[in-house]
């Protein structure tokens, strides 16, 4: 949506809800000035992630320098991480607290989420679920979804990449399932970065996914 439409959106809004009373220019702000606003705004958006990243990185439970892994008692999966200053946080960081747990770089706007879903019945309808989690997560984005056999016990592997290069920043999103038996370990992440330190990222964050395992 271009900058005009937006703002005569906005504006037309305004112009109809004569009950609130909304500070400004009665008629609207000019093009010129919305364009304004919106370069403005990811600068502002930005800043504001990097604060609140900030203030989550100070409730780190431990740290987790690059090639080390992460394996949680009583599970059977295993996580590989790349790059360096990831984090696990507390459950409920970034899940409904339902999480087995929880990681984010200390770089804005990288985490990942790891689940067990014990109750999985169909694996069409779930990813489908996961596609629209990235879509709420990064906005809308194309998507490729590969599927395999993998270890033993023929566990299916099911991975998910979605991915969103327009504008300044620049994201995917990643799901990868691992159903075997009564177990369904899923890793769940989000990389949404300026372009610059997206493309730096992503390689590494791209083969977490894909080394996301069963032990």
Not at 132 to 156: H, K
Request: proline share 2%; glycine share 8%.
């Amino acid at each position: 949506t271009s900058f005009t439409a937006f703002s005569y959106r906005v504006n037309n809004f305004k112009r109809q809800r004569s009950d609130i009373e909304f500070t400004g220019k009665k008629g609207g702000y000019h093009p010129l000035e919305w364009l304004v606003v919106i370069i403005m705004t990811p600068g502002v958006l930005l800043m504001y992630g990097v604060m609140y990243n900030n203030s989550v990185m100070k409730d780190s439970l431990e740290a987790y320098p690059d090639q080390s892994t992460y394996i949680e008692q009583g599970q059977d999966f295993q996580l590989t991480f790349h790059g360096a200053n990831w984090h696990r946080l507390e459950i409920g960081t970034y899940s409904d607290g339902s999480a087995l747990a929880e990681f984010a770089s200390e770089e804005f706007g990288s985490y990942l989420i790891v689940f067990n879903n014990r109750e999985l019945q169909d694996i069409n309808e779930h990813m489908h679920e996961r596609r629209q989690w990235i879509d709420e997560e990064i906005g809308a984005s194309r998507c490729v979804e590969s599927r395999s056999f993998v270890g033993n016990d023929f566990a299916l592997k099911v991975e998910l990449v979605c991915t969103k290069e327009s504008g300044s920043m620049l994201a995917s999103g990643y799901v990868t399932l691992l159903h075997s038996g009564d177990n369904s370990y899923e890793l769940m992440g989000i990389l949404d970065q300026p372009a610059k330190t997206y493309s730096q990222r992503k390689p590494e964050f791209a083969a977490m996914a894909k080394e996301f395992t069963l032990q």
